[in-house]
């Protein structure tokens, strides 16, 4: 885990200045200096392998992790962490709906898995020239929206948020949802709003890659735990079967028995007779 040290050479403890913040972000502030509010990094390194043991129980569990970061200063950050775990992520501008209106998201992205097959069976080489360039031109507004959630399939289990109050219709369509949000909470922001609160400065890039590199570092960790179970477990369908087979070879059995009980009287009565 990160030490106290490492959080403080990255300047996760710098915060807004004191006329700026959330009052409700007054447990996680350690001091005022020189009108700037300073986050107590005990306390960020607590709420920060809270939030890395809980995230990576869901990458265990196979489920998917979406992030959120539209800020300039993250983007890149965030594109290239978090690819680095294939997970989603969101960098351009959030799309209303993205959860609440799900399938009309996934439609999207069918849409641009469409062009990208006629691209390679030869009918965009049928198109007019004006044509051809409508749809590269929607293909590349797609990309830009949706491309880096192409392989979400449904809902995500979680949110990880850089910024929750630049990112506030994220945060509350994973609400509505009942999704659990994960996020760097600045002292400008509500720490009410987020379920895995991380006190943190969220406007510097070492800051924002300190914190991603702990929470990318537990999804990894939590995928090779699934990968080494699923292993470990490969003979486990197997004996499932055997056990129904013995399981319905015992009900035969018993079947077989109850049928001679029936048939033992019936002898009898003709050897009186």
Do not use: C
């Amino acid at each position: 885990m990160v030490s106290f040290e490492e959080l403080l050479e990255a300047g996760v403890h710098f915060g807004h200045l004191k006329r700026k913040w959330n009052p409700a972000m007054a447990p996680y502030i350690f001091m005022e200096r020189g009108g700037i509010h300073i986050i107590d990094l005990h306390k960020t390194a607590a709420k920060l392998e809270e939030a890395a043991a809980a995230i990576k129980q869901i990458a265990k569990s196979g489920r998917k992790i979406l992030f959120v970061a539209t800020k300039k200063q993250a983007k890149d950050i965030v594109a290239e962490k978090v690819q680095a775990v294939n997970m989603p992520y969101v960098t351009e501008r959030w799309s209303g709906g993205m959860l609440t209106n799900f399938p009309t998201i996934r439609k999207a992205v069918k849409k641009m898995a469409t062009i990208d097959k006629m691209a390679s069976d030869g009918t965009f080489d049928q198109l007019s020239k004006r044509e051809k360039l409508q749809i590269s031109r929607q293909r590349e507004k797609l990309q830009k929206t949706l491309g880096s959630i192409a392989d979400l399939t449904k809902t995500p289990a979680a949110l990880f948020v850089i910024d929750v109050t630049k990112e506030k219709i994220a945060v509350k369509e994973a609400h509505r949802l009942h999704i659990p949000v994960f996020g760097m909470v600045d002292t400008n922001s509500n720490p009410n709003d987020v379920d895995f609160v991380i006190p943190a400065n969220d406007d510097a890039a070492k800051s924002i890659s300190i914190v991603l590199d702990v929470i990318t570092k537990a999804i990894a960790e939590g995928v090779a735990e699934r990968k080494s179970d699923k292993d470990n477990n490969g003979d486990a369908p197997k004996s499932n079967k055997n056990r129904g087979n013995k399981t319905r070879a015992r009900k035969a059995n018993k079947a077989a028995d109850a049928d001679k009980a029936e048939e033992a009287p019936a002898q009898e009565e003709k050897s009186e007779n």
